[in-house]
């Protein structure tokens, strides 16, 4: 008599069946655009909001792209936003890193950032435009400050959060703090880091669109502010997504980076 082996219930086995039945991510993704976008249209032309539909807002993008102005303020933003997350991230990760291992440096930095923390960078922008002008020094001082205190406290916590039976293994076998530091804490931090750094990103968009709101004379942030005087809601529109896809095109270019450098994680 034949014998029927059992169906294979183990986790491993359930994981690969549901992971076969899934369709592809990129599927997913640009299935959820399509229905995004038709749902936009069909607000639109049902006037259940006075927005304008996604023809007039692309024909709008047209024009704006062959007179180079959505080009302009698309490149004057995102300097000013690489410019402020590069130095904000550059000056988080020594301070997060140094809170974390020393107590002494914790005890001494820690106040000044939980403090500065609970002020939102958009309530300092008229402090710096009085300090520092209408330049561009005070737009990427706020993004700089957005995405410092993003990144400094995801480096701390990555430094804390070490597994301690890992720095212990490390010292028993006769590394010095110098070696535990390099290849034990700051590879366990990493993960850590990075997720504050797509937080940090977030904000300094958030941050320099305020910024350009109040004092610019080019950015999308300015061009935006500009077409709500004549209200001009298609440019305003193209401003927005504008903003959007060049965010969501930097979080995964940061989403690149983070799963090269944790490879070594285990990922589900």
């Known amino acids: 008599m034949a014998v029927i082996?059992?169906?294979?219930?183990?986790?491993?086995?359930?994981?690969?069946?549901?992971g076969r039945r899934t369709p592809p991510p990129l599927l997913l993704n640009l299935a959820a655009l399509l229905a995004g976008v038709a749902v936009w249209a069909a607000v639109a032309a049902g006037h259940l909001a006075d927005i304008p539909g996604p023809a007039a807002v692309a024909s709008r993008a047209g024009e704006l792209?062959?007179?180079g102005t959505l080009a302009e303020d698309a490149l004057a933003s995102?300097?000013?936003?690489?410019?402020?997350?590069?130095?904000?991230?550059?000056?988080?990760?020594?301070?997060?890193?140094?809170?974390?291992?020393?107590?002494?440096?914790?005890?001494?930095?820690?106040p000044y950032v939980q403090f500065f923390r609970?002020?939102?960078p958009l309530a300092l922008i008229p402090l710096a435009i009085v300090l520092m002008g209408i330049g561009e020094t005070p737009k990427v001082f706020v993004i700089f400050l957005a995405a410092f205190l993003s990144s400094v406290l995801a480096a701390f916590q990555g430094v804390v959060?070490?597994?301690?039976?890992?720095?212990?293994?490390?010292?028993?076998?006769g590394a010095r703090d110098r070696v535990v530091f390099l290849k034990v804490v700051i590879p366990a931090a990493t993960p850590f880091l990075l997720v504050g750094m797509?937080?940090?990103?977030?904000?300094?968009?958030?941050?320099?669109?305020?910024?350009?709101?109040?004092?610019?004379?080019?950015?999308?942030?300015?061009?935006?502010?500009?077409?709500?005087?004549?209200?001009?809601?298609?440019?305003?529109?193209?401003?927005?997504?504008?903003?959007?896809?060049?965010?969501?095109?930097?979080?995964?270019?940061?989403?690149?980076?983070?799963r090269r450098l944790t490879a070594w994680q285990e990922r589900r």
């Open 5 to 18: 082996a059992a169906p294979d219930k183990t986790p491993a086995a359930t994981a690969q069946r549901r």
């Open 65 to 67: 792209l062959a007179d």
């Open 78 to 110: 995102l300097r000013r936003v690489f410019l402020g997350f590069a130095l904000g991230t550059l000056a988080a990760v020594p301070v997060g890193f140094l809170m974390g291992w020393y107590p002494l440096a914790r005890g001494l930095l820690e």
């Open 118 to 120: 609970t002020i939102p």
């Open 161 to 173: 959060g070490v597994d301690r039976t890992l720095i212990d293994a490390a010292r028993v076998l």
């Open 198 to 258: 797509r937080i940090g990103l977030g904000a300094a968009w958030g941050t320099v669109v305020a910024a350009e709101l109040i004092a610019a004379d080019a950015g999308l942030g300015y061009e935006m502010v500009h077409a709500q005087t004549y209200y001009d809601l298609p440019t305003i529109f193209v401003g927005l997504i504008t903003i959007g896809v060049i965010g969501l095109v930097m979080d995964r270019l940061l989403l690149l980076a983070e």
